[in-house]
């Protein structure tokens, strides 16, 4: 039976997120805007993830400007963006008040697929955001956070699948952020999801090993709905499968995906001229574009590699990381399986780092691996040992409910801390994930006379509403 396959191009996010650390502009964006949203493809991912972060602290940009500006130019494509459950765009839990009204202006701006994710895989970090997002009006696709281990086996990701389901998710994203996934092993998780799970089911996975083409096509001949890929300029290496290939790939066969390769020349020519620019900027770090089979052996993303290898150097300890890569599973095991994406994969790396520099495993233990073995995160995929945790957090109470019902309404309290920077209503949010980035932000804004978006201010008569 002929079914067409939906494309998901992700260039405007996690292409250059994978690529050069998030750094393309909008005015980079903008000449390619209206021909991709020509093209055909089903959803433009474009924000979230770490784009937010990065507009405001290294390109000084307002990232609520860029979603307006690329919804205007793409009104017949769906913006599509990466929303970390209750940590949202930040690095720790977020009151339910600021989450709802960050999904609200989200929407309010242009988004029209939220695609919410949990480090942890915990459903209730989820489900206040997957409400949020429905009721205004926004797709809450949810994403299944893949790792591998003796826990994650089929039923495990069948199990939470039925659980997403339960909690009125949309459709499901399998999310191989570490390019984990095998070919086969794609297939048998689609078939086991699809046969148990009644809602569409995207495939999202990286280069990083050389399989993602491989996994893609038996993951579509398993029954996966929506696909991610990236323009070929920014496809491979730690970014995603290229997008023409793809289409070729299906092209004329029942899986279709309806998009002509002509449309997609010019596209490819326009990211072409902006990966040279990029690779003689330094930027694109040939690196980035090989192909690394160990991560396959080392259950690793790629960043945090390259991370632990960082904190590494800082100790003079460069010669420790094979030890330290054999320490990361350990530690995994022992704080209950927790799949190694942002935050988790920076908590049990540098714990991992500190047990083998100090000799002594859990000699000394970081705040956040504390928090994370207590329960602030979230419940692990596996119970964590009484014992083990009794040894790492002390006297502290552990948390067995859902995080965020432990923290108070803050978005009044966010909004009376800034009232003299508050130009448009969603600042309130950007201060209050990133909230020195987003002072120095608003100031360089308001001393350059620049509006929200983006335009020239008489800055002898700017009125500052408070």
């Not at 690529?19 to 991912?45: C, H, N, V, W």
């Not at 809602?199 to 709905?225: F, I, N, R, W």
Request: charged share 25%.
């Amino acid at each position: 039976m002929a079914k067409q396959i939906k494309i998901t191009e992700t260039a405007l996010r996690d292409a250059h997120q994978s690529l050069i650390a998030t750094r393309m502009t909008l005015e980079q964006m903008l000449p390619i805007l209206d021909k991709m949203d020509k093209a055909g493809f089903y959803s433009l991912e474009c924000w979230g993830g770490a784009t937010f972060d990065s507009c405001l602290r290294f390109l000084n940009e307002d990232p609520w400007h860029r979603l307006r500006t690329i919804k205007d130019h793409c009104k017949n494509t769906k913006l599509q963006m990466l929303f970390r459950g209750q940590n949202m765009l930040g690095y720790r839990h977020y009151a339910d008040d600021v989450l709802e009204y960050f999904v609200q202006r989200s929407v309010a701006n242009g988004i029209d697929i939220i695609r919410i994710f949990d480090a942890l895989n915990d459903i209730k970090n989820l489900q206040t955001a997957i409400k949020a997002a429905k009721k205004e009006g926004a797709h809450a696709q949810v994403a299944i956070s893949y790792t591998t281990g003796p826990v994650f086996t089929d039923e495990y990701y069948v199990e939470y699948a039925k659980r997403i389901a339960d909690a009125g998710a949309d459709s499901i994203c399998i999310k191989d952020m570490a390019a984990l996934l095998t070919p086969y092993a794609t297939e048998s998780l689609v078939k086991a999801i699809k046969a148990e799970v009644d809602l569409p089911l995207q495939l999202h996975t990286h280069y990083t090993s050389g399989l993602a083409s491989m996994c893609l096509l038996k993951g579509v001949e398993a029954g996966v709905d929506m696909i991610d890929t990236a323009i070929s300029p920014l496809a491979l290496g730690t970014s995603h499968a290229p997008t023409e290939s793809m289409v070729a790939a299906l092209m004329g066969s029942q899986y279709d995906t309806g998009i002509k390769l002509e449309e997609l020349t010019d596209i490819r020519d326009y990211f072409m001229t902006l990966r040279a620019k990029y690779m003689k900027e330094g930027l694109l770090d040939q690196k980035m574009l090989a192909t690394d089979a160990n991560a396959l052996i080392y259950q690793v993303p790629g960043g945090m590699l390259s991370n632990l290898l960082s904190q590494l150097k800082q100790a003079g300890k460069e010669d420790k990381l094979n030890e330290v890569l054999a320490e990361v599973p350990r530690v995994r095991e022992d704080s209950g399986y927790p799949p190694l994406v942002t935050p988790t994969s920076q908590i049990v790396g540098t714990q991992a780092v500190f047990n083998i520099i100090t000799g002594e495993r859990y000699k000394m233990c970081t705040k956040e691996f504390k928090d994370m073995v207590a329960g602030k995160y979230g419940t692990t995929p596996m119970p964590i040992d009484p014992e083990f945790r009794k040894k790492i957090i002390g006297d502290m109470e552990p948390v067995d409910c859902r995080p965020a019902d432990l923290l108070e309404p803050e978005l009044e309290k966010l909004r009376a801390e800034i009232p003299q920077w508050i130009e448009q209503e969603e600042d309130v949010l950007s201060y209050g994930m990133f909230q020195k980035v987003a002072l120095d932000f608003f100031e360089k804004r308001r001393n350059a006379g620049v509006g929200i978006n983006g335009e020239k201010l008489d800055k002898e008569n700017m009125i500052h509403p408070v």
